[in-house]
C-alpha cells in the first residue's frame, strides 16, 4: 500500500478507543487486509492472475459457507467465515483499483465504503435526516419509495425517461426460492393484491405458490426449505445407522427395509 494510506491509518490510530482496552477505534485493522491485498496483487503469481469474472465463483461460495456457520449456531467460525466474504470485496476492489485514472471502471476499497455509507444514511431518514416514523412498517414503506426514486434517477442517467417496474432491481441470478420469495414480496408491498399470487398452471406454478403459502404464513421459504432439507438429512443418517447397527449396508436395503429404519429414525 502506499505511503499515503499508511498515513491515514496513523492518524486513525490516534483516534478515540473503542473500550476494547487497545486505544485503537473499530475498524482500523482493516488498512492491514487491503496492505495484505496489495501486496499480494504484486507479489503472488495466483492472486495477481485474478479478475472479477475468476472471483464471482468464490463470492457466491464464501456467502453460502457464511449461511451455513449461521444456520449451526457455529458463532467462532462466523468470524471467520465473515473474513473470507469481506476478502471478496478487498480483492474486487484492489482489482479495480489498477485501472488507469478517468476508467469508469475504476473504484477503490474507499469508493465501495462511500457508496454504501451514502445508500444507508440516504435509505434512513428517520435516522440522518428529519424524517419521523411510527414503526418497522413505515420504515419499510419509506425505504421502497427511496429505492424507485434511485432506481428512476438511474434510468434517466442512462437516457431514458425515467419509468421503471416494481420489480426492477431484484436479481434473477439467485437461487430460485429466493427469487420467487423476493419478486412476490415486491410485488405485494407495492400494491400488487396478494390473492394473484399463485399457482399459474404451468411448469413451476405449484413450488411458486408454495412459496406464497409459506410468505402468508409470515414464514421465510428459503431458511424453511432449508431447515426442511437439514432434517431429512438427518433422518436419512439415522436409518442408515439404525440399518448398519442391524447389520445391513443402506446401499443393500429394499424399499420396505427403508420404511422400516425411516420410522424407526422418526422416533428416535
Known amino acids: 500500500m502506499s505511503g499515503g494510506a499508511s498515513r491515514e491509518g496513523n492518524r486513525m490510530n490516534d483516534g478515540p478507543g473503542d473500550g476494547r482496552g487497545d486505544g485503537q477505534p473499530v475498524g482500523y485493522r482493516l488498512l492491514r487486509l487491503v496492505e495484505v491485498m496489495d501486496t499480494l496483487r504484486r507479489e503472488c503469481p495466483w492472486d495477481r492472475d485474478q479478475t472479477h469474472g475468476s472471483l464471482a465463483k468464490y463470492l457466491i461460495q464464501e456467502a453460502y459457507e457464511t449461511l451455513e ?94 419509468r421503471t417496474s416494481v420489480l426492477d432491481g431484484v436479481p434473477f441470478a439467485q437461487p430460485a426460492v429466493l427469487l420467487a420469495d423476493e419478486l412476490q414480496r415486491r410485488a405485494v408491498r407495492n400494491g400488487f393484491p396478494a390473492d394473484l399470487v399463485g399457482d399459474d398452471g404451468a411448469e413451476g406454478g405449484e413450488l411458486f405458490a408454495a412459496v406464497a403459502a409459506e410468505r402468508g404464513r409470515g414464514r421465510d421459504a428459503e431458511t424453511d426449505l432449508r431447515a426442511a432439507a437439514r432434517r431429512f438429512d438427518a433422518r436419512v443418517r439415522a436409518a442408515e445407522d439404525a440399518a448398519r447397527a442391524d447389520g445391513r449396508e443402506p446401499r443393500e436395503l429394499s424399499e420396505a427395509q427403508w420404511r422400516t429404519y425411516w420410522v424407526k429414525a422418526g422416533e428416535a
Open 69 to 162: 456457520t449461521i444456520e449451526e449456531g457455529d458463532v467462532a467460525l462466523l468470524r471467520e467465515e465473515l473474513g473470507d466474504v469481506l476478502l471478496q470485496v478487498v480483492f474486487h476492489a484492489a482489482i479495480a483499483a489498477e485501472r488507469p485514472e478517468g476508467d469508469p471502471a475504476r473504484f477503490t476499497v474507499d469508493d465501495v465504503a462511500d457508496a454504501i455509507t451514502d445508500k444507508m444514511t440516504r435509505r434512513h431518514p428517520h435516522v440522518f435526516g428529519g424524517a419521523e416514523v411510527a414503526g418497522a412498517d413505515e420504515v419499510r414503506s419509506n425505504w421502497e419509495a427511496i429505492k424507485a426514486a434511485e432506481r428512476a434517477e438511474k434510468a434517466r442517467a442512462a437516457g431514458g425517461d425515467g
